[in-house]
């Protein structure tokens, strides 16, 4: 079955798609034909949808998507530069949550969105795990602090850069600095080899906390949670992890009990030329 199908009847022969694609999966034969697909590479397609978004009729499906048509959209309804620039500089992280659940459905439309987001050969390795109420988040919050525990027993260095025996004792007395006792938490995870698997889920984890934002909602990186489960198979487990898959985001979220009102100043980037090139430093006195 071909990757592609373009409708004859819509195709203008522009040959947009033809020149977009990113792997030359599309060809024309001769000049006024209809675009077809490279026989020789009809198993290069990744599905990325250029050849979709390109067309100015609609006239191309991918057959990975079942026939469904590409939404088309006007440069109105984008954002200007300045709104989401807005929305950048105005996430926060969020420690506090209202006692207000957020339901799995509303955190699987996040999910959904995070699915557009740049993975390498548009392999879309990341998967998620989400835990939806705060008993199941304090449930993992448990097993965290168990690897923490056996981390200070052990005396690993890892402990004391850390302060993890603070961390447990502050757990211990009912201070949650670990899971900010969450409504809910959305964890990350693909395949340990991959073409960029790290990266992958960690740019899906980010557009889904920009898009978490933009709704209202309050979202937090659970480092934590990430830095356990890169030592332990109990948390992986525990998150329903497969072997050799690995998390590398996680967000807790829930409805902000905070109101930010104000952006906070950041560093200019200052730029220096080095050997023929710009090095940018977002920070004051860095090398």
Known sequence: ????????????????????????????????????????????????????????????????????????????????????????????????????????????????????????????????????????????????????????KQKNPLAEKLFLAGLVNAWKKGNDAICRNAPAIAVAWAPKLGITPQADTIIATNTLELAAHAKGYGTCWAGYVILAAAYSTKVLRHLDIPEEHMAHGALFLGHPAVRYRSIPPRHEAVAKEQDGKFIFHARPNTH
């Open 1 to 152: 079955m071909l990757p592609v199908i373009i409708d004859a009847k819509l195709c203008k022969k522009d040959e947009l798609c033809v020149h977009e694609c990113p792997l030359s999966v599309l060809t024309v034969e001769e000049k006024g034909l209809i675009p077809t697909v490279h026989p020789k590479k009809t198993n290069y397609c990744i599905n990325c949808g250029h050849c979709m978004a390109v067309c100015p009729t609609g006239a191309i499906t991918l057959t990975a998507f079942d026939g469904q048509q590409a939404t088309p959209f006007s440069k109105e309804e984008l954002p200007d530069s300045a709104a989401v620039e807005t929305l950048i500089k105005t996430r926060r992280s969020v420690r506090k949550f209202k006692k207000k659940n957020i339901s799995v459905q509303e955190i699987g439309e996040l999910i959904h969105i995070s699915a557009y987001s740049p993975s390498g050969h548009n392999a879309q390795p990341v998967s998620w795990t989400v835990l939806d109420t705060p008993e199941k988040v304090y449930e993992l919050g448990k097993v965290v602090v168990e690897w923490m525990e056996e981390m200070v």
